[in-house]
């Protein structure tokens, strides 16, 4: 089992940055592909970045594609999301979410994702 716990959201006005973290619980996050998801209010949830567990390979969302960026710690257990240059559309609930083992796929689905946390707020104002 792995659990995973956000942090790191908030308000902040737009142009601004704010880095989220997600801790996870567990031997296998070191070996797992990991990755975020939003859900903005009203919508369902998307993806947003993705990265190996090497830490070697990445992909994002098209609307994300450089002003994002996703990282990761494995001595630390703990992933996290650089988010630059925010506007009042990237207003959402970002969860991380956990690949059961290393596998991978330059395309973000959901439906691959096997633990999910609980998700924080980040809310942009204009």
């Known amino acids: 089992q792995v659990q995973l716990v956000e942090s790191g959201g908030g308000l902040v006005q737009a142009g601004g940055s704010l880095r989220l973290s997600c801790a996870a619980s567990g031997r296998t996050f070191s070996t797992s592909t990991m990755g975020w998801f939003r859900q903005a209010p009203g919508k369902e949830r998307e993806p947003v970045a993705a990265?190996?567990?090497?830490?070697?390979?990445?992909v994002y969302a098209d609307s994300m594609k450089g002003r994002f960026t996703i990282s990761r710690d494995n001595a630390k257990n703990t992933l996290y999301l650089q988010m630059n240059s925010l506007n009042t559309e990237d207003t959402a609930v970002y969860y991380c979410a956990s690949r059961r083992d290393s596998s991978w796929s330059d395309t973000i689905r959901e439906y691959d994702y096997a633990y999910w946390g609980q998700g924080t707020q980040v809310t942009v104002s204009s």
């Open positions: 990265i190996g567990w090497s830490n070697t390979i990445t």
